[in-house]
Every structure is written in C-alpha cells, then in structure tokens.
C-alpha cells in the first residue's frame, strides 16, 4: 500500500546534525528563506503521497488544511471541531450522531453541511475508491444525513474506537481537486512543487481564529544531512531529529529543544514462511540476545525506552506481562537454540539439518537511527551464533523482499489498541503492502483482535488486548526493540507550544499539530 509505505517513510528521524552555518534568526523571526520573513518552514523527511483525506491524508488529525468531526488534545482526549459537541451514542453503541457546528465555511466559501461529512466517509467505503484506511471504518454500515446539521452513523456492530477515528478530515461534496485541496481548516493550500516543498496561507476566516503565522510551508528533505543542514543553516524554522543529532542544537541561541514521549517503536518484522525466520526458536534467541538498553543508552542517547509490545507501557492498554529488563541474555539465547538442534559450526554460526542460522535484515537506507539499531541488533545476534546480513535500501527496493527477508520497522499509536495492530496482525491483511508483510497468522490473534475491535465493553477489550499481547509476544512475530521520544528543533520564541504524546506518523502533527494557535513570544 502506498499510504502504508508513506507513514513507514515518515518517521525516518535520525539526523546527523552539525554546526551552524550562520547566525540564528532572532527569537520569534522565521528563516530567511523558502518564501519570505513571514513564513514558518518545517522541514520533514518525507513528501506526502497526497492530500486527500479520504485516501489517508493525516487521517488522525495533523492536517493544516482539513478539520474532521473531532480532535485530537494534546493529552489525547478527544475535543469538538466541526461537530458542535460530544456525538451521542445510542444504548446498544449501533448509532453515533453528530451535530455539526454552525457557521463552518470552505475555504472556497461553501458552507459546511452534514452532506459533505457523509460523501467524505462514503467515499472512504467505497470499494472504487480503495482507501488503504478502509479497514478503519469496517464496523460502519452507512452514514447519512437527516439534515443539513446533523450526521448519523449505522454501525454493523457496537464499535469503541469509532469517535476516534472521526478525527479524518472532512472534504466538500463531490471531492477536491487535488491540484488545489479544498478543507476547512486553518491554512489554505497555495502550491506543490512535487519533490520540494508545499506552501500554505493562513485561513483568516478560520472558525476556531486566524493563525498568528501567516505563511506557512513545509518542506520534503529525505536526505538526513541535508535536512540538519538546511536546519544549521537557518532555512528551516523546524523540524524532527534523532536525540542525539537535536544535543548538538541544544543551547544554541535562538534554537529550543523540544522532547515529547511517543508510542512510536522500532522493531525487526520477521517473515514467518522461510525456514529461519519463520522458526520461532530463532525469533525468541534472537530477541534474548539482544541489548536494548544499550540501544537506548548509546543511540538513543537515553531518550526512550526498551519495547516488548506494540502497546506503550505509558498506557492503559498495556500487558505488563510481556515487559523484560532490557538486557541480553545471550547464555539463555544460546541454550533455547542447543536444545532446538541449532548447532554453532566451525565459522561460530549455528545451523540445523544443513541450514545456516543466517537471514537478511533490511533498513531504510536514508534512516541512519534505523541503520544504526540494525548494525546494533546483528552484533548482538553474532554472538549467539546467528548470522545477520544487513541490507540498506529504498522503500520500492523494500517492499518487494518484505516475505522473504526481515525489516527494521516503525509504527505505533498512544490511542486505541485497534489501531494500527489489526492491520499489522489480523491475518486477513497479511501480505498487503507494509499492513502484515510477514503473513503472520494465528487465529486466537485474529480472534482476540476482533473481540478487542467488535467490544463494547471496555473491561472484555482490555483483556483482549492483553491477550492479543502475550499471544504475538509467545510467537516473537517483532522483535521490539525501543520506543522513542521523538525530539523537534524549533528556531524562534513562541507561546502556545503544547507537548504531547505522538505516534509515529508525524505528518504535521505531533509538536506541529497545533501551529496555528502559536504566537510569537515566549
């Protein structure tokens, strides 16, 4: 999937950072360039594949230019944006109604309607459409539209999750132009230049206030240099660094270090079909051999934590049973693979029946933190006797080897445990882009994930969640590695910074999330 591959690209953070090539704007004042003293340049590692909602575009919030039903706060509560208030839901969680808010304007003017709420999330439905976040939506039978005011979703069954993902940008009736995107959100989109940069104008009839930055752009350089460069050199006012690249910005004038926790993890996907990888006891040695707190202390310079599990330890969802001390154990990594037959040979690398301990482990060859974790991982595995090929290469190179050969990979949500983990576990999405690359499938899994997904009860989800947990954790599908804190430079002084708690995809959210409401001065 193409949306899968972007949000893969995305947190591709690690920069190597270096000194600056000439003097910090003043505090409050934007770069000298990419469009003038009045515009605000964030640079990211990657291009977006489109800016269309309904296709997956910042489909958590984090768009500047479409608002959904609700948004996300930074303390992960849900708050009203284009619906008036709190939805409500009926007894038996089978329909959830809005009512939107009044007053509410595209930015080319036409007034907002229930009509345009429906079209969006029918569109999302809609096999034709072939939304890669259609999966999102399964439990929805239909949306309409009593009137002009007020939105109805059919739920198949009671779904939890669902106010959460109401969070997706609502488009006109009709669809966008996607050469000119049309939201109702604080900026209005002005230009792409593809393989550059998109700008954006301040919406200065927005309904929640008009942005105090008037200009707005954001910049694509998947180039880890070239973006600490840019940055350096003061044509970027911000943008997302690996900790120990952003220490180097660290009291420099005009320059503020901003560190927020995430759920965002790295863990190695291991295809379960050929015979090393698919074997478990290789995957559990593996994992045991492993030095996560190394990999926290020295290349995530202490900014994060060891993972187990997709589900961060900092929330609710979290099975604590599945949580270790991050050491290697690479005595018990050893036992686990002599007991199994896996035998060290003569060059220290164990075999079984003829077959060497030995897989490839591809990164992303522009993401030296991933670089960095997988030169880490294979050492460590080395020393049980299992031998580790590393292969740095581009995404279009990536997905095709993804059944054969192992991956450095990163995704993660704060918010409900549906997310991301039945798109990456469930078996019916095995072998879909980067949803299931490794055709995992075990059906208590597959059941535990529906039970979790289809619950209304929040007592029965949470122990299907933790279910789910020990379940992928007993099979070593990932080797979960770190969790990281996700560590943003931003030149200037500017109120109204509010941190939270991240996912992985950025795209502009995250510490971006909400620029429009910052002002100049501390």
Not at 48 to 64: I, Q, T
Not at 352 to 381: C, I, N
Request: contains cysteine.
């Amino acid at each position: 999937m193409r949306l899968a591959r972007h949000l893969a690209a995305l947190s591709a953070l690690s920069v190597i950072a270096v000194t600056a090539c000439s003097a910090p704007s003043a505090p409050g004042a934007p770069a000298a360039s990419e469009g003038g003293d009045d515009t605000f340049v964030i640079g990211l590692s990657s291009e977006f594949e489109n800016l269309s909602p309904v296709l997956g575009y910042a489909a958590d919030g984090g768009s500047m230019i479409f608002d959904g039903l609700m948004a996300r706060q930074p303390d992960l509560s849900l708050r009203p944006a284009l619906a008036e208030a709190a939805p409500v839901t009926s007894a038996d969680g089978k329909k959830v109604t809005f009512t939107l808010r009044e007053g509410v304007a595209f930015h080319d003017g036409r007034p907002l309607t229930s009509k345009d709420v429906v079209y969006t999330y029918t569109s999302v439905l809609d096999p034709k459409t072939s939304s890669p976040i259609s999966g999102d939506y399964a439990a929805v039978e239909k949306v309409s539209a009593p009137d002009a005011r007020t939105v109805e979703f059919t739920l198949k069954y009671a779904y939890a999750p669902l106010v959460q993902r109401t969070t997706l940008g609502i488009v006109p009736d009709g669809g966008i132009d996607p050469a000119k995107p049309v939201g109702t959100g604080p900026y209005t989109f002005t230009q792409w230049t593809p393989g550059d940069k998109i700008a954006l104008a301040a919406n200065e009839k927005y309904w929640g206030g008009a942005p105090a930055v008037k200009k707005l752009v954001v910049a694509f350089a998947p180039d880890d240099n070239v973006r600490s460069t840019r940055l350096a050199a003061g044509e970027f006012d911000a943008t997302v660094l690996p900790p120990k690249a952003a220490k180097r910005f660290e009291g420099q004038q005009g320059l503020t270090v901003h560190k927020q926790e995430s759920a965002d993890y790295r863990g190695i996907m291991f295809p379960s079909q050929p015979k090393v990888t698919g074997d478990p006891v290789i995957r559990r040695a593996f994992s045991l051999a492993v030095d996560r707190q190394a990999m926290v202390d020295s290349i995530l310079a202490g900014a994060g934590k060891p993972a187990f599990g997709p589900i961060s330890p900092d929330t609710a969802w979290h099975n604590p049973e599945v949580a270790g001390n991050g050491r290697a154990d690479t005595a018990a990594a050893g036992k686990l693979l002599d007991e199994a037959g896996w035998k060290p040979g003569a060059d220290g690398v164990r075999a079984k029946d003829g077959v060497k301990a030995a897989f490839t482990l591809m990164y992303p060859a522009g993401d030296s933190l991933r670089k960095e974790l997988s030169l880490a991982a294979a050492s460590d595995a080395k020393k049980a006797g299992i031998q580790v090929e590393l292969a740095g290469l581009d995404w279009d190179a990536i997905e095709p080897r993804m059944a054969k050969d192992a991956l450095m990979m990163g995704y993660g949500s704060p918010n409900d445990p549906d997310y991301i983990n039945y798109d990456l576990f469930h078996s019916s999405r095995a072998g879909q882009g980067f949803f299931n690359p490794g055709h995992y499938r075990n059906p208590k899994v597959d059941q535990a994930l529906v039970k979790g997904r289809e619950s209304a009860d929040e007592a029965v989800r949470k122990q299907a969640y933790a279910e789910f947990q020990k379940l992928i954790r007993d099979d070593e599908v990932w080797t979960y590695l770190v969790f990281l804190q996700h560590v943003y430079v931003v030149r200037g002084s500017w109120s109204g910074i509010r941190p939270s708690v991240d996912a992985h995809e950025h795209a502009t959210g995250g510490l971006f999330r909400d620029i429009h409401t910052w002002k100049p001065g501390a």
